[in-house]
Nanobody, 124 residues
Framework: QVQLVESGGGLVQAGGSLRLSCAASGRTLSGYDMGWFLQAPGKDREFVAAIRRSSGNTYYDDSVKGRFTISRDNAKTSVYLQMNSLKPEDTGVYYC?????????????????WGQGTQVTVSS
């Protein structure tokens, strides 16, 4: 069982930046592909970014390419999402997720473990 805890959300003006963090309670994340998902009000949970456990390859939704960066620390105990040039449409709850198997990376259904989410609100 992997327990994930997100932090770093908040209220920011359009054009601003936030850095989200995701930590695993009591264990490393080295054996997991990690993803970030956004659930906007009234919408399904949508893929934002992911990072492979072995290669470190990263993947982004087109809507955030060039603005968001996913990374993990060397000890692989935390994963981060640096969000720059934020837009009002980036508003919602951001979830961190982990999966240990399979090659699919962008579908929420392939992730086994989820954090509780952190709220990001971008004002215009």
């Amino acid at each position: 069982q992997v327990q994930l805890v997100e932090s770093g959300g908040g209220l920011v003006q359009a054009g601003g930046s936030l850095r989200l963090s995701c930590a695993a309670s009591g264990r490393t994340l080295s054996g997991y592909d990690m993803g970030w998902f956004l659930q906007a009000p009234g919408k399904d949970r949508e893929f934002v970014a992911a990072i492979r456990r072995s290669s470190g390859n990263t993947y982004y939704d087109d809507s955030v390419k060039g603005r968001f960066t996913i990374s993990r620390d060397n000890a692989k105990t935390s994963v981060y999402l640096q969000m720059n040039s934020l837009k009002p449409e980036d508003t919602g709850v951001y979830y961190c997720a982990a999966k240990s198997q399979g090659v699919l990376i962008s579908g929420a259904y392939v992730y086994e473990y989820w954090g509780q989410g952190t709220q990001v609100t971008v004002s215009s």
